[in-house]
């Protein structure tokens, strides 16, 4: 059974930084596309950024290129997205999902699996 706890959420002034993190269990990173969505309040959920298989690629949406970084740490079956300089808009429940597809796709139907989300609150 696959599992994914997400960490890392938190609030934090404008401009500032925080790292999220998604430890796996039941299944091995390195054989999957991961990827990172959110959710702010009153929305439909959006794609955020991707790892592709090999942890050596990355996708990112329009509104985040620049300022987050997806990443995964292997042997620790662990999956980060930085974000830094951020803003009010950024707030959002902040979920990582895996995919079977071969490549990274934005879309949430191609994810089969989902962490319960963190929550980033950024204000002042």
């Known amino acids: 059974q696959v599992r994914l706890v997400e960490s890392g959420g938190g609030l934090v002034q404008p401009g500032g930084s925080l790292r999220l993190s998604c430890t796996a269990s039941?299944?091995?990173?390195?054989?999957?596309?991961m990827g990172w969505f959110r959710q702010a309040p009153g929305k439909g959920r959006e794609f955020v950024a991707g790892?592709?298989?090999?942890?050596?690629?990355?996708y990112y949406a329009d509104f985040v290129k620049g300022r987050f970084t997806v990443s995964r740490d292997s042997a620790k079956n662990t999956l980060y997205l930085q974000m830094n300089s951020l803003k009010p808009d950024d707030t959002a429940v902040y979920f990582c999902a895996r995919s079977s597809k071969i490549a990274i796709s934005a879309r949430e139907e191609h994810y089969d699996d989902w962490g319960q989300g963190t929550q980033v609150t950024v204000s002042s």
């Open positions: 039941g299944v091995t990173f390195t054989s999957h596309v």
């Open positions: 790892s592709n298989l090999f942890g050596d690629g990355a």
